[in-house]
């Protein structure tokens, strides 16, 4: 760490860099306090996908029982062909949000399926969209969480380390110019009083010759 220099100009240096230390301070509080409540709507929605999901799954099981039995052939009857995934800027963070999903269903005989595989289609386009919803869920979490976690270090940084330091630094330099200017002092009235202890020596010198 580079020695601190106890003169004037540094003064100065340490003065200006603690008052942008402390201005900056309270926008960096506030995009944290802004960040931590969208991290914790986005925690919420969250939980609401998961939930969402599982429901549907009961829902399925319940509607839909046949599909335990794997004599009728449904796979690759819906297929994902596209999927939007859009970004929002959200205090600063770019977040994912899920747009436009396409889907490709495999043409199917009525006659050759069961009446039910409509039914099945549907339930699978929307269970295939709220696992999207919350995969999206989940990604914004994440960055959320790491935007906060970073904006946090930051706050402290300022908080527990620059502006004491500046404080620390400003009053060190304080106090050592003060004990210089008052050193200053005295050895000019020493100076001042060995002159002046001088002169008179000269005068009565001079008068006793």
């Known amino acids: 760490m580079a020695k601190l220099a106890l003169n004037k100009s540094q003064l100065k240096r340490e ?5 942008l230390f402390v201005k900056v301070l309270p926008s960096l509080e506030l995009k944290m306090m802004q960040l931590t409540s969208v991290l914790r709507k986005a925690q919420t929605q969250l939980k609401k996908d998961i939930i969402e999901v599982e429901q549907l799954r009961d829902t399925i099981a319940e509607q839909l029982p046949m599909l335990a039995y794997r004599q009728i052939i449904l796979e690759g009857l819906v297929k994902v062909r596209n999927i939007q995934v859009d970004e929002e800027n959200v205090v600063g963070v770019r977040l994912p949000c899920l747009g436009k999903i396409d889907f490709d269903v495999l043409e199917y005989s009525m006659l050759a399926k069961p009446h039910w595989v409509d039914l099945f289609v549907d339930y699978i386009k929307e269970m295939i969209t709220k696992r999207l919803v919350m995969k999206i ?3 914004r979490v994440a960055k959320l969480s790491i935007s906060v976690r970073r904006i946090t270090q930051r706050v402290n940084l300022f908080e527990k380390i620059l502006i004491p330091n ?3 630094n400003i009053q060190r330099i304080r106090i ?4 210089a200017e008052r050193s200053a002092i005295v050895r000019s009235k020493l100076a ?8 008179k020596v000269m005068v009565e010198e001079s008068e006793s010759v």
């Open 192 to 199: 001042k009083a060995m002159h002046q202890k001088q002169r």
């Open 176 to 179: 050592f110019l003060g004990d």
């Open 15 to 19: 003065n200006d860099q603690l008052k």
């Open 137 to 139: 869920s989940e990604e």
């Open 166 to 168: 500046a404080r620390n």
